[in-house]
């Protein structure tokens, strides 16, 4: 009997632990691990295999071989089950289970592909296994994609997001001392990234850890010298290291010396699904490349910032076990390298607000922060591609806020552009015009302090709608204004609950108060402003002439020496009647207190009447700090203001 043997090897689609087949086959593979627990329910695919093929005629040893036509024609099916298997093995698992000629088969061990022609009874067995099923599921369609020209890179702590482009090697996710090599497919002829496979047997991940067992590679001892390391090298082909479809990389890294002390153990492979468009492509090994980061710190990299924390939470909550809990893990990430902070940059902005408002995460904290800085964006998010990725509701409520915002700025302005608090003198008339006239006085005052400050007043407008408040200017304000309250204020007086009548208008007064007229004052203009009323609203009062030192004549001149004497009189009790001992430097310096304090001891002796005088005076700075309080006082709760737009939407809307 004649016979005829082959051999054959083919370079699998996709990498997995081989183990020996049944010593009663013909046909045997090498494998140095055991892959039991980690067949899964995919179609079958090819390994890289050895495979020996026997032929014998179907005919007994006696009969007559003087045929060689049906010799030939048995080496003729030889080569046919040969170019059938090198093609089968170079196709995909789909592929391969659709190709109707082969006949898979099971047993307890490992499933067997077998071809059984006749009738020369030929018997080729090919060693098959079945890959793990990675539960991914179908990427949702981001409508903040269509115009995203490039990738992005996010480092946090408020810096702006630059142009990324290196899925090739990451430098930022390779370390020398790994020893774990990770591709993005089977068909990279570099890795992407180098760890230590201890990154990924912390997180518990099956799917993880069955990559980090399927990728396993035999480590190999080489020579130290560079002559037999060269030889060696020659010499690597004919070794057998169970590797992922790939020639055997070395374990020993030729990048420089020490490399003997750190071999490579592992390959894993993260292979993009096969019905991936090119776009779902990317996302998929972008999102791959920020798992590690997220596992190692690292800035965030994707074509847009919702995208990126999308598929990463997407990802996460495929890969780790149901009891963990992806989302406080990722927002711990964010909260760690301050990537919520998107100050400045409306397109993240639109991406956490979208991200923390969807039904898995609702952060509110990161939702917070991310629409206040929206609505103080509004301007520039609103021509932004990803703000189709905000639901409707928020994006009417956007749009809601920043308009009553915009109101609140625009009624800000009027006020304080002449200083316009007329309408507080409304309430009952006042004993005498006197706080008026002092009223009218101070406004005239500011005026002039701060045109001569912003060389006119108001100053010029900025931006695209045409306002001059700013956010920076408005909280200057509130610092010039708060420190002359803080001179002034009474903080041992405030409203008495328990003596108030209602008056018309829901508003409550201090009906045993002796300046009845003031507080009606104060409380009109707090309900004209639709402001809180200010914990501590009265001042520091001087005496009135009454209370003070008397002269003989009746009509004293200025020009005598009792006038004088009254007059040092009122300018001490009025500087009694302040915080001057008491308050802190940073207050006194200021310097429209310092101006304030020049202006108030010439125009009080043109009065005679300190008290009446500093109640006029008090009703206008008491209106100003109302008014500056609707736009300077921020949302609260917010981790990030460092930004010259607004941060105060109100969020009860």
Not at 196 to 215: F, H, R, V, Y
Not at 389 to 410: F, G, N, P
Request: charged share 25%; hydrophobic share 35%; glycine share 6%.
């Amino acid at each position: 009997m004649e016979s005829h043997t082959g051999t054959s090897r083919s370079r699998a689609a996709q990498s997995l632990p081989q183990r020996p087949s049944s010593p009663s086959k013909k046909a045997r593979t090498s494998s140095d691990q055991n892959d039991q627990g980690y067949l899964g329910q995919g179609a079958f695919l090819l390994k890289k295999t050895e495979i020996t093929v026997h032929s014998e005629p179907a005919v007994p040893p006696g009969d007559d071989l003087s045929d060689r036509s049906s010799i030939a024609s048995t080496v003729r099916d030889n080569r046919r089950i040969h170019s059938s298997h090198t093609s089968l093995s170079n196709r995909s698992s789909d592929e391969q289970s659709s190709i109707h000629s082969h006949v898979w088969r099971s047993s307890e061990d490992l499933p067997k592909l077998t071809f059984d022609p006749q009738p020369f009874g030929t018997t080729v067995s090919i060693e098959a296994v079945q890959p793990i099923k990675v539960g991914e599921q179908r990427m949702q369609v981001l409508k903040g994609l269509e115009q995203a020209a490039s990738m992005k890179r996010w480092a946090g702590d408020g810096n702006p997001a630059e142009a990324w482009g290196k899925l090739v090697k990451d430098p930022e996710l390779w370390d020398d001392a790994g020893d774990t090599l990770v591709y993005f497919g089977y068909q990279r002829p570099q890795p992407s990234f180098r760890i230590k496979a201890s990154i990924l047997e912390d997180t518990k991940s099956p799917i993880l850890l069955s990559k980090l067992q399927e990728g396993f590679q035999r480590t190999v001892k080489l020579p130290s010298s560079r002559q037999n390391m060269s030889r060696l090298r020659g010499g690597m082909k004919n070794l057998k290291l169970v590797s992922n479809g790939r020639q055997g990389l070395p374990t020993l890294s030729e990048d420089g010396p020490g490399s003997n002390e750190n071999p490579i153990r592992h390959e894993i492979h993260f292979p993009a699904p096969d019905d991936a468009s090119r776009i779902e492509i990317l996302r998929y090994h972008i999102t791959t490349r920020n798992l590690f980061a997220f596992r190692l710190d690292q800035p965030l990299v994707g074509l847009t910032y919702y995208q990126a924390i999308m598929d990463l939470h997407g990802r996460l909550l495929t890969y780790m076990p149901t009891e963990v809990d992806c989302t406080s893990l990722l927002i711990q990430y964010l909260k760690g390298r301050n990537l919520h902070n998107v100050a400045n940059d409306p397109a993240a902005a639109l991406g956490l607000l979208a991200w923390t408002e969807s039904s898995p995460v609702r952060w509110l904290e990161g939702w917070r922060e991310a629409f206040v800085h929206c609505v103080g964006m509004y301007d520039s998010i609103r021509s932004l591609p990803e703000i189709r990725d905000v639901s409707h509701a928020s994006r009417t409520l956007l749009e809601h806020c920043h308009v009553e915002l915009q109101a609140r700025i625009e009624a800000c302005e009027a006020r304080l552009s002449a200083f316009d608090f007329d309408d507080a003198w409304s309430a009952p008339a006042w004993p005498s015009t006197l706080p008026r006239r002092a009223f009218d006085r101070l406004r005239q005052f500011l005026r002039h302090y701060y045109e001569k400050t912003y060389k006119c007043w108001p100053p010029g407008v900025h931006g695209s709608n045409n306002r001059w408040l700013t956010r920076e200017l408005a909280r200057r304000l509130q610092t010039d204004f708060g420190c002359l309250y803080d001179y002034y204020v009474d903080r041992h007086r405030g409203w008495d609950k328990e003596s108030t009548i209602k008056t018309g208008g829901g508003i409550f007064l201090n009906s045993l108060d002796s300046d009845l007229s003031l507080t009606q004052a104060l409380v009109t203009v707090s309900h004209k402003l639709k402001c809180p009323s200010i914990p501590f609203p009265y001042p520091h009062l001087p005496a009135t002439p009454a209370e003070l030192p008397q002269g003989k004549s009746s009509k004293p001149s200025i020009f005598s020496t009792k006038a004088k004497t009254m007059e040092k009189r009122i300018l001490h009790a009025c500087h009694e009647a302040s915080n001057a001992f008491i308050a802190e430097s940073g207050i006194t310096s200021n310097g429209l207190v310092e101006a304030y304090l020049r202006f108030e001891k010439t125009d009080l002796v043109s009065e005679g009447n300190p008290r009446e005088t500093r109640q006029g005076r008090w009703v206008l700075l008491y209106g100003i700090l109302q008014v500056l309080a609707t736009v300077s006082v921020d949302t609260p709760a917010l981790t990030f203001k460092d930004v010259p737009y607004f941060l105060n939407p109100r969020l009860d809307a």
